[in-house]
């Protein structure tokens, strides 16, 4: 994944409205940074890309409120509407990936995944067409960097009290109220009688779980040059994030497969049980693993350095 893009010229003091608008110009060019690999269809390229435009939605999301509305509007849809193309496309990049590790381990598997396989690479062909045409609109006709590059420069001059706020006094209050949220969640996720099937945590409650934590990093990145003193607290989060994500991986492919085996008459043969099976145990895998981490973002001593690092 590559490296978020920050302004190097933040401080604690300065407004809240001008490093907002400094932090959009970075995203931007985050985001322009992308576009040749995805453009080409690279697997790797669709993530970042993915990725970028995600920093770049929850970074306008974070200043909303510093923003003129209707600029902030247009560029949320854009935005919303790419990340969206880019989604289908990454979806079937991890459905195919993580098959593929499956059928690495499992014999026979090839005979009864092979179809998928060969259906979710075409969805792929089809999503990566959509990728390239969207993004062609957006940078002509819908001018995207033009109405990104306008909405940074009226934030930076904006005159309202709330966009004259320190930028740490701005953090402060961000980030804790994103802080609280995913807390919250996690105690939804730990409490007792929660569980879902073979002990493991509800998977919908993870999934509420997974976007919140998901936010918190994200309001988090932006201050990690000016509040150093956050960075080991946002290491928890990210750590937490990137398991919670593959075990959801997971899951999608579980749901996937399950519903091809049954709708083919596969469900009853020996590769398709083992297939299952290795799904079944490389996600309790990673949900041992979740929960492991999900110790660490709910301990006290965490909760204390990340409000250390905001004061």
Do not use: C
């Amino acid at each position: 994944m590559a490296k978020p893009i920050v302004p190097d010229n933040l401080t604690p003091g300065m407004r809240a409205g001008v490093a907002a608008g400094a932090i959009v110009d970075a995203k931007a060019t985050e985001v322009a940074g992308q576009a040749d690999l995805a453009m080409a269809g690279d697997v790797d390229g669709i993530h970042d890309m993915r990725v970028a435009m995600k920093r770049l939605r929850e970074a306008v999301r974070l200043f909303r409120r510093l923003m003129p509305r209707k600029q902030r509007a247009q560029v949320l849809g854009l935005a919303e509407g790419f990340n969206d193309a880019l989604g289908r496309v990454r979806e079937r990049d991890v459905l195919i990936a993580d098959a593929r590790w499956v059928a690495d381990r499992v014999e026979d598997a090839e005979t009864v995944v092979g179809v998928l396989l060969d259906v979710w690479g075409e969805e792929r062909s089809r999503g990566q067409t959509d990728i390239v045409d969207t993004w062609d609109r957006m940078i002509g006709r819908d001018r995207f960097f033009q109405r990104l590059r306008r909405l940074a420069r009226d934030t930076k001059k904006r005159k309202r009290k709330l966009n004259a706020v320190r930028l740490e006094q701005f953090a402060y209050y961000a980030v804790t109220a994103r802080m609280e949220r995913a807390l919250r969640r996690l105690e939804e996720v730990r409490a007792p009688g929660k569980e879902g099937a073979e002990g493991q945590p509800d998977p919908a409650a993870v999934h509420r779980l997974r976007i919140d934590v998901k936010r918190l990093k994200y309001t988090m990145e932006p201050f990690l040059t000016v509040l150093p003193a956050t960075t080991e607290p946002y290491r928890v989060v990210a750590a937490l994030q990137e398991t919670l994500g593959l075990a959801h991986d997971f899951d999608v492919l579980q749901a996937a497969v399950t519903a091809y085996f049954d709708n083919t008459g596969l469900a009853s043969t020996e590769p398709a049980k083992a297939v299952l099976e290795a799904i079944g145990e490389r996600r309790g895998q990673l949900y041992a693993g979740a929960s492991q981490q999900m110790v660490a973002l709910g301990d006290e001593d965490w909760r204390g350095r990340l409000l250390d690092g905001l004061d």
